[in-house]
């Protein structure tokens, strides 16, 4: 009780001095470089896509801060209430959403088109971290206090994979699967499980959309269809080995501006920005985003809530996974499956659940002491 009161009292600018500057320093910088990207992307012209990322990181980072400042209680206590929101944003887009591109995922805000999908890999967490708060180790591996968090993965899963998205699906299943392993979880469900998928993946591919099969071929031969389906993963392989160490300069990506390389403001953005800024470029890039996850986990390292704790260490976590994804993806090391790069890629949705993520995140560090009960 005491120290929820000395919590409590911290003086607005004691919890201006508990904000982690180096997390918001990288996560700024990270934000700067994708702004001079997405100008690169727009033929070094301040046009549609440059103005719409500027003006959303802006507003989005200034969001982030100010909900930095909402006590980590407050989004332990909705938890739950955040889950159904987005919920129910997913169900509203799977029947009256806007569809673009032959997918159903967005629904208009007025002021943003959202895609409910990109907030659930944040409410997942929030939800499983606070499902398993109060949840002994003990418990957590007992078969019936499993069906809970199974459904309540499965159906925003199911949702997603309808609408269609199977990439977004794929990274909602894996931030959930992340906060369970991490609360402890038994290795036995995770090795079941993947033997489970493996012997049931003939079946799972015969369900798929035909571009999503034309997707796997494409990734263990892009060779084959080199003008079709394997164009893209080719074109950008080659821009990023064109940028050697030091890359072609600002502005000076041939791959980029004569056109040959598609959805380079989306996902590919990794792409152009390595053409242009070659390998020391992407491993300075790469070095802001490991500093965010390390930082992350050093603030769920030493916060007394366990809610917030197994909060932290699951977002770190799902950052690195989207990370890893995204680049593997350009890289042709994994199969094309629309996963954006955190900050840099252009999108609304994913960058305001980013932001919602770092500024619990932040929560957490600036409410370190506070216990939850």
């Known amino acids: 009780m005491f120290q929820r009161t000395i919590t409590n009292q911290l003086t607005f600018f004691q919890k201006i001095k508990s904000f982690d500057f180096i997390l918001l320093l990288c996560i700024f910088l990270i934000g700067l470089i994708s702004c001079f990207s997405m100008y690169s992307t727009d033929g070094g012209e301040i046009s549609y896509h440059t103005k719409s990322h500027v003006v959303r990181f802006f507003v989005f980072f ?22 159904l929101i987005v919920l129910g944003f997913l169900i509203w887009a799977s029947f009256y959403g806007i569809t673009a591109s032959g997918s159903q995922r967005w629904i208009n805000l007025y002021f943003i088109n959202l895609q409910p999908s990109e907030l659930m890999k944040v409410a997942i967490i929030v939800c499983f971290a606070k499902y398993y708060h109060r949840t002994q180790v003990s418990d957590v591996n007992n078969f019936k206090n499993l069906l809970l968090p199974i459904g309540i993965l499965i159906i925003p899963i199911v949702l997603v994979v309808s609408q269609p998205d199977l990439g977004t699906s794929i990274l909602i299943a894996l931030s959930g699967l992340v906060v369970l392993w991490l609360a402890g979880l038994n290795i036995k469900y995770f090795v079941y499980s993947s033997l489970f998928f493996v012997v049931s993946m003939p079946f799972v591919i015969a369900f798929l959309k035909p571009y999503q099969k034309l997707r796997i071929l494409t990734f263990f031969n892009p060779d084959k269809d080199p003008l079709g389906a394997g164009y893209q993963i080719i074109q950008s392989k080659i821009a990023i080995g064109s940028g050697g160490l030091t890359g072609k300069g600002f502005l000076k990506g041939t791959q980029s501006y004569l056109d040959f390389l598609p959805e380079k403001h989306t996902d590919f953005i990794f792409t152009l920005f390595s053409e242009e800024h070659g390998f020391t470029g992407s491993v300075f890039l790469l070095v802001l985003y490991a500093i965010v996850v ?21 977002f770190a976590a799902a950052i690195f996974i989207y990370i890893t994804v995204n680049m593997s993806m350009v890289l042709g090391l994994l199969p094309i499956v629309g996963s954006p790069l955190p900050i840099m890629s252009y999108g609304g949705s994913s960058m305001l659940a980013t932001m919602i993520g770092f500024s619990i995140v932040m929560s957490a560090k600036i409410y370190h002491k506070q216990l939850i009960s």
């Not at 982030?64 to 206590?77: C, G, K, P």
Request: charged share 10%; proline share 0%; glycine share 4%.
């Open 62 to 83: 200034l969001m982030m801060l100010v909900l930095s400042f909402f006590n980590i209680r407050f989004w332990h206590s909705t938890g739950y209430l955040f889950y």
């Open 294 to 314: 390390f930082r992350i986990l050093r603030i769920g390292s030493f916060v007394r809530s366990y809610f917030a704790k197994l909060y932290c260490y699951s």
